[in-house]
């Protein structure tokens, strides 16, 4: 539970830098650039830090941004897509979704879209490993919920949203920083 204690904490630990998150009002401009900043954060995380990184350059922040946005746009296309399967599509589309979060901490990572080559390899992993997987996801949901309960007084949203955005990146990290990295 210590790593579900680190993901509540971390927007406090790092309160300066949570602010960059409410960049995501800007659109596409800004979607782009907090997606960048997310795959930062989660490069850190993935390399043993606990707080929120600096901003980068925003060059390379945004170029990293992109990335992350189709990638992103891609898994959840194909889970739409699957969708549309008459009776059993949401098997699975639930499958991408669940699988969506290793393959853009991989890109964060790594930087390069190897990440498809690497798929069989990370799909041995997820195999292997299925069980502390959903367990990280059953965490992310359970920090959600403790986050959603925590934003009821409209002030503490400010905080929350980013709150849920860092805290389930420093989750899923965390897997990965144990299973693949």
């Known amino acids: 539970m210590n790593v579900f204690v680190d993901a509540l904490e971390l927007p406090l630990r790092s309160i300066r830098r949570v602010w960059w998150y409410w960049l ?36 390379e922040t945004a170029l990293i941004g992109v990335m992350m946005c189709i990638i992103g746009a891609v898994f959840w296309l194909a889970a739409t897509l699957l969708l549309r399967i008459p009776y059993v599509g ?20 790594r930087r ?34 403790v986050l959603l309960i925590a934003s009821l007084p409209i002030i503490t949203l400010l905080i929350t949203m980013p709150a ?5 990146a420093y989750l899923f990290a965390k897997f990965y920083a144990e299973t693949v990295y």
């Open 112 to 145: 390069t879209l190897d990440f498809v080559d690497d798929t069989p390899y990370l799909l041995r992993i997820l195999g292997s490993r299925v069980l502390p997987f959903l367990g990280y996801h059953a965490r992310a949901l359970l920090l959600g919920v």
């Open 24 to 59: 995501i009002l800007i659109p596409v401009v800004g979607w782009i650039l907090v997606a960048g900043y997310l795959a930062d954060a989660v490069r850190a995380f993935v390399q043993g830090k606990r707080e929120l990184p600096a901003f980068g350059k925003l060059d």
């Open 90 to 109: 949401w098997i699975p589309a639930l499958f991408v979704w669940l699988v969506m979060p290793l393959f853009l901490i991989h890109f964060a990572v």
């Open 164 to 168: 849920l955005a860092f805290g389930n």
